[in-house]
């Protein structure tokens, strides 16, 4: 045997020590502004952080859009896995491993500006109405620990907006957003910031916000270091920066921009 090819033989033996890249598949569901896909492309405001954050920890992240409870389920079979923007809960808690915060905004119920008979001055109150909600919520659970039951106080649809209709009918009473989705859910039922008003604030203690939930396969040093690039992103302008150009820049009546940050704040 030659010097040249018992050199190469003893080279292919040894233990390799080069540091490949590390690859995750992101899973997500069409939820603008958070995340959504337009002309096969994926983004959104938690997607564009999402990709920021890969593109500096160094990770190869590949986007993949499907319905929420696929892209739920995906995300806890496969090892290198994750799944944005997922509401963190202490349901879900040991499920994931948490990426975050990323961004979310306050929620509220909503009811039709007209609707002069819905009053609600106290949680219990909401108890009197009705709401629509897509199957399998984060919110569902939130919402049969206040007392609401199925059927009676809420009906679960199979897709996000499909209570449009009950809604724009008055078979529905009220619909829940943020002040972030809230343009997304106008847009559904053709109706402006002035046809509806908040009538009261979605808060619990078990709603955690948005966050990138990894599969608890994936490596802990991946983990660490999307946290700390995450982390670095949501205290600079990247936040607001991406709020602008998804919400505010693409709203057609200049006055709308006030009226978001109004809205769900009472």
């Known amino acids: 045997m030659s010097r040249s090819r018992f050199l190469a033989l003893v080279i292919s033996m040894l233990p390799f020590t080069g540091q490949t890249q590390e690859e995750l598949v992101i899973y997500t569901e069409h939820f603008p502004p ?14 564009d952080l999402i990709k920021s954050a890969c593109k500096n920890a160094d990770i190869d992240c590949d986007f993949e859009l499907y319905p929420w409870q696929r892209a739920y389920k995906k995300s806890l079979k496969t090892e290198n896995a994750g799944l944005v923007s997922t509401a963190y809960t202490e349901e879900r ?14 929620s509220c119920f909503y009811k039709l500006k007209a609707r002069h008979d819905i009053v609600i001055n106290e949680k219990n109150d909401l108890l009197n109405y009705s709401i629509g909600l897509p199957w399998s919520d984060v919110y569902e659970e939130i919402l ?37 989705t809230l343009p997304r859910h106008l847009s559904k039922l053709n109706l402006s910031f002035e046809d509806v008003e908040p009538v009261y604030l979605l808060e619990d203690p078990d709603l955690g916000g948005n966050y990138l939930a990894l599969n608890n396969n994936v490596d802990q040093h991946t983990v660490d270091k999307l946290q700390q690039e995450v982390e670095k992103l949501m205290s600079s302008s990247t936040p607001d920066d991406l709020q602008e150009h998804y919400i505010r820049s693409r709203l057609s009546d200049p006055n709308n921009r006030s009226n978001i940050a109004r809205q769900c704040r009472i």
Request: proline letters at 2%; charged letters at 15%.
């Open 34 to 47: 958070y995340n959504f896909q337009i002309n096969n492309k994926i983004q959104g405001i938690n997607i």
């Open 93 to 106: 808690e040991s499920l994931f491993q948490w990426v975050g915060p990323l961004v979310s905004g306050a």
């Open 144 to 180: 049969k620990n206040w007392g609401f039951e199925k059927g009676t106080n809420y009906v679960t649809f199979s897709e996000k907006y499909a209570y449009a209709n009950a809604f724009k009918s008055d078979k529905l009473d009220l619909f829940i957003a943020s002040n972030v």
